[in-house]
C-alpha cells in the first residue's frame, strides 16, 4: 500500500484544475462525516449490515481531508507522525487513567 504522502500526492495529481476552494473542502469534509454519522446510525441502532457502505464513508473522509490538506500545504504524513508522537507520551498515563473505565464501556457498547 503507497505511504499518505504517496496517496495525498495521487489525489492531488488526480483532481489538478479542478480542486474545490478552501472553504469548499471544509464543507466537503463535513457533509462526508455527516455520512459516516448516517451510516453508523443505521448500524447501530437499526441493526443494518452496512460494512461497505460504512467503509466507503471513511474512504470519502480521507479524500476530503487529503483536499482540505492540500489546500493549506499540508503534508498529512508529516503532521500525522509528530501527533502520534506527541500521543505516544500521555498513553501511559491514559491506560492508568481511564483504561478499565474504557474496558468496561467497550464491553457493554460494543
Excluded: T
Amino acid at each position: 500500500m503507497d505511504s499518505l504522502e504517496k496517496l495525498q500526492k495521487k489525489q492531488k495529481d488526480l483532481l489538478k484544475g479542478i480542486e474545490h476552494p478552501r472553504l469548499g473542502n471544509v464543507i466537503g469534509l463535513f457533509e462526508e462525516v455527516g455520512e459516516l454519522a448516517k451510516e453508523i446510525m443505521e448500524i447501530e441502532m437499526y441493526g443494518e449490515s452496512r460494512k461497505e457502505e460504512l467503509g466507503d464513508e471513511c474512504a470519502d473522509i480521507l479524500f476530503s481531508l487529503f483536499s482540505l490538506c492540500e489546500s493549506y500545504n499540508i503534508d498529512l504524513e508529516e503532521v500525522y507522525a509528530k501527533k502520534i508522537g506527541k500521543i505516544s507520551e500521555k498513553v501511559p498515563k491514559w491506560h492508568e487513567k481511564y483504561g478499565k473505565i474504557l474496558g468496561d464501556l467497550r464491553e457493554k457498547f460494543d
